[in-house]
């Protein structure tokens, strides 16, 4: 099956593995979108050169100066007349690892995926959600938490300028600190963190083919205590 995330990329820009990109956590800009990770292999025209994603990083201003993200995908079966075993392979979740809990306590962690002509797909229930929010935990030693038991995580779609969208959401995200990173399977601690973002557990809304992403920014913005 002919997925992006099927074959090993190779590049000049530092880091190995499947699927796996090293970017560094930037502080977010309204309206500005930083194209700071490269997720798959999407060949595109920078300056005189070709430059191929999958592998690049990025320095930027930071609570934490190195994060990593990993994105999953399952085959989502949608058959037609002619063809019944037809389908694609849907964009399960985003996570990015390595976070430090601590020295991002408190703060917003923002992700969005970027299509290969470098325009934000929607990622929710309506066309302007571009954005995925999570409240990262205010606490010395933060713990596993998730959306569902934790709504003070408040997880929330945005527009791609950084508007709140209110409605239902078909997301869900998850905070692990204890157990295996997704990423490289490296012990979780509150200092090495996996965040994950599922896009539509439900698979009824939000099915992103893979093949269409190009790239994910990762960003973080203060979250102002009232």
Do not use: H
Not at 129 to 154: F, M
């Amino acid at each position: 099956m002919n997925s992006p995330l099927s074959g090993r990329v190779s590049s000049g820009f530092g880091g190995s593995g499947k699927y796996k990109n090293k970017v560094v956590l930037g502080a977010a800009i309204v309206g500005i979108v930083p194209f700071i990770l490269s997720t798959f292999a999407a060949s595109v025209t920078v300056g005189n050169g070709a430059l191929e994603f999958g592998q690049g990083s990025q320095q930027a201003v930071a609570c934490d100066p190195l994060v990593y993200a990993a994105i999953s995908e399952e085959w989502y079966s949608a058959p037609t007349e002619t063809d019944a075993s037809a389908g694609y392979f849907r964009v399960k979740a985003l996570t990015v690892a390595n976070l430090d809990l601590v020295s991002c306590r408190g703060k917003k962690l923002r992700v969005r995926l970027i299509d290969t002509q470098g325009g934000e797909i929607p990622i929710g229930f309506e066309a302007d959600s571009r954005v995925l929010q999570l409240n990262l935990p205010d606490l010395d030693v933060p713990v596993d938490a998730n959306t569902t038991s934790n709504p003070e995580l408040g997880l929330t779609y945005l527009t791609g300028d950084g508007r709140v969208l209110s409605g239902i959401m078909d997301a869900a995200a998850s905070i692990s600190t204890a157990g295996t990173s997704i990423y490289d399977g490296s012990d979780l601690t509150a200092n090495n963190a996996d965040v994950t973002f599922y896009l539509d557990p439900s698979r009824l809304n939000v099915n992103i083919d893979g093949q269409y992403v190009g790239r994910t920014t990762v960003e973080t913005v203060n979250n102002p205590k009232k």
